[in-house]
């Protein structure tokens, strides 16, 4: 048994890293995992009667597969201070969290972001520039006037 496994009661803690990729709601199943220990400590609500038995130092969370989860809630209100003076709440740490989370699963992003806007803007640059031209050097055609012939002449 490693470290981690002891400080969780034996269990593995679940690996939040690729959780975004890998769970159905990502982003938003994180947020709700970090803050959903409340719902059931009798702060928001009692624990449901349909919850399992727990052993001690495991907590009830609704959002974990099965409502038992032995690792202790990471976060609670004015655990850190912010530099610009946001308060600290759960919230607010939890939602700085699974942005940090995707942030380092998607490594890549920034450098996406920069090409997406390269190909774009040269699309739209070559679509104009070929707009024009064809205005310019094929509006004869456009607007000549047809006519056609479906006798011929006689003579």
Request: proline share 7%; aromatic share 18%.
């Amino acid at each position: 048994m490693c470290i981690r496994d002891s400080a969780n009661n034996g269990a593995e803690p679940p690996d939040l890293q690729t959780a975004h990729f890998g769970k159905e709601g990502g982003v938003d199943y994180i947020f709700a995992l970090i803050t959903g220990y409340n719902w059931g400590n009798g702060e928001l609500l009692p624990v449901p009667v349909f919850a399992p038995a727990m052993k001690p130092g495991q907590f009830w969370n609704p959002y974990f597969k099965g409502g038992v989860i032995s690792m202790p809630p990471p976060l609670s209100d004015g655990m850190l201070d912010y530099e610009d003076g946001t308060p600290a709440t759960m919230s607010q740490m939890a939602k700085d969290v699974c942005n940090f989370l995707r942030w380092t699963t998607e490594t890549e992003f920034d450098d996406r972001r920069i090409y997406y806007w390269k190909w774009s803007s040269t699309l739209f640059l070559m679509n104009v520039l070929m707009f024009h031209y064809c205005q310019k050097n094929y509006s004869f055609k456009i607007f000549q006037r047809n006519t056609y012939r479906y006798w011929k002449k006689l003579g």
